[in-house]
């Protein structure tokens, strides 16, 4: 079925799917399994700078298949799959019905509840862009808008990056009073460190004729958020033994070094079961690397790699006829530029190497000679590939820990997955057989960071089959396809979907709705297409 001249509804629907889309790159960019350490914006200034919690998408997602439904019924007979290979079209629901069974074999409901529903949201964006946006011959709305948040990300990441960080840092610490005393009553007193009058207070008391700590936390109110004294929780007797080793040439200090709080806190905030801030926030905080309004790092250069593509050339297709050409060249390094350095200074490994390889197969679709391109290619990848091992030397001469990291979460995937081979342990739950099977001294996981794996130890076999042939054929197909069109625009999107499905088996993209939702959502629109997506510019 030919791409359909949109009518008001489904414009708006286009456009309300953008708009969507453009909030949750700026406010759903935590996974769905952290969902309940997003707390609800208290203030106007928290609903503009935090991120919101995730059922907030929901609702509109609801609102948004509302009307995707009076659009579908409206159109009656013209409302099926088209030319979409039937397999293909159902494959996302048979993904997803298996993590409803999975889900009722779950090792822990608290874990796999939220992300149930987070892939809920996944599949129903296929569907949206399949059978909605697929069929529009102009997407102009959904683009626009989709540009949007995708610009205000990036100025995020900018800002981050030249003054940003540091005001957080600035911020973050003056909100924690951290103190090292021998009398309880020191609650009572002076804020130390340079803290706000409203910071919440972490006091590491020494306990008197014994050489035993306790650990209180008390916000600005006076309102106990954790004791915890060292007899009383044997379970944390490694973490105590840590946090007297860190303090033990501090005590008598008056003032702490941001260091020696942020090592204090983190120790007193593991005791306390991480009432303060998420696990690792601290170390986040204390690294260069910029991770604008994505949870860390590397989700903020999976996003780039997934959008820029198409949103190259969006820019390109909605200023022509509106400006000259020189104008539009410049208008698309406007959004190149701040985006590749965005890439480069969240020091994503993966994700420098993914836009390296975009670049590259762009260029091989450039109409120039066969030999030029090899020259040139050879050029770019060589010069590329010493840059990249140049800039992350000291990472490889230390070892690659982060590798080494991730190659344990996968080893402690395949296992679970042997031992629970129908239907893992339960969508969503791969940190509680990691946290049994993981060395003493290992980092704790929540994710494997390879969504392939997490497929198989969360949902088992058909989990993990379903999951990656429909990623998998529906790439090799898409580009088959893309070569029929010849759309530039077809062709980038696609480009965007493979750095994708590449990332997603280092990271955990999958569970991240501001990553997911346009992933799937574009995959359902290049199958909804059965023409190039606009007229190739002339």
Partial sequence: MPASQPGILSSGLAGGAGLLLAIALLKFGTPSVLEGQVSTPAN?????????????GYVLLGGLAIVAVIVLLGRGANAGRSSIPGWI???PLVWFAWQLVAAMDTVSAELTQPTVLHL??????????????GRLRSLELFQA???????????????QRFSGLEQMRDYFYAGHDVQLVSDESAREGRMRNGARSDAVRVIVIK????????????DSDGRELANRAEPEYPDRAEDFLELKAATAGLWGKESLAREEQRIVMDLAN?????PLYAFGYTTKLASNRIWATMFYPNALAGAIVLLLPWLLSSVWRMSAGRFETSARWTLVGLLAAPSLACVFWSGSKTGILLVLAQGLAAMSRLPIAGKVKIVIGSLILSCGLAGFFILFSGYFIAGATSLGARADYWKAAVETFKENPMTGTGPGTFMIPYGQKKADDAEMARLSHNDYLEQASDSGLIGFISFSVFIWASLILLYRKSKRVKDWQFFLIWLGLAGWSLQVGMEFSLYIPALSWPAFLMFGLLWGRSEPVNAVDK
């Fill in 207 to 218: 306990e008197s004729g014994a050489d035993q700590l306790r650990v209180v936390i008390v």
């Fill in 270 to 274: 593991a005791i306390a079961d991480e």
């Fill in 44 to 56: 106007f200034l928290q609903a503009i700078f935090a991120p919101w919690p995730i059922v907030f």
């Fill in 89 to 91: 079209f159902w494959m």
């Fill in 145 to 159: 808008a989709l540009l949007f948040g995708f610009c205000c990300m990036l100025w995020s990441g900018v800002e």
């Fill in 120 to 133: 809920a949201a996944v599949t129903l964006w296929f569907y949206v862009g399949a059978l909605i946006l």
